[in-house]
Nanobody
Framework: QVQLVESGGRLVQAGGSLNLSCVAS?????MGWFRQAPGKEREFVAA????????FYGDSVKGRFTISRDNAKNTVYLQMNSLKPEDTAVYYC??????????????WGQGTQVTVSS
């Protein structure tokens, strides 16, 4: 069992930046992020492979968000720039043995709230 702990979510103004972190209790091949806003379906944000050679982004965040990882620290990051009010959501860290863009990851964090004010 892999435990995931997210941090970094907070209130930020539109146009601002935020960096989320997620620490895993052990190393794992694929790590990434999903988000869910109130009343909306869960949405894929970004994910990457162990070596970072393969990276996927959701269409709504391409060009604004950057995912990265530090395997020595079992940590994945999500740098979010040019934030918009529609980015407001609970952001979930995910991890698993396969790199996919659907919510089929084995492990999920508790989530961290990101709120973007207009």
């Amino acid at each position: 069992q892999v435990q995931l702990v997210e941090s970094g979510g907070r209130l930020v103004q539109a146009g601002g930046s935020l960096n989320l972190s997620c620490v895993a209790s052990s190393s794992i091949y694929a790590m990434g992020w999903f988000r869910q806003a109130p009343g909306k379906e869960r949405e894929f944000v970004a994910a990457l492979s162990w070596s970072s050679s393969t990276i996927f982004y959701g269409d709504s965040v391409k060009g604004r968000f950057t995912i990265s990882r530090d395997n020595a620290k079992n940590t994945v990051y999500l740098q979010m720039n040019s934030l918009k009010p529609e980015d407001t959501a609970v952001y979930y860290c995910v991890a698993g043995g396969r790199l996919v863009v659907v919510d089929e990851y084995n492990y999920w964090g508790q989530g961290t709230q990101v709120t973007v004010s207009s």
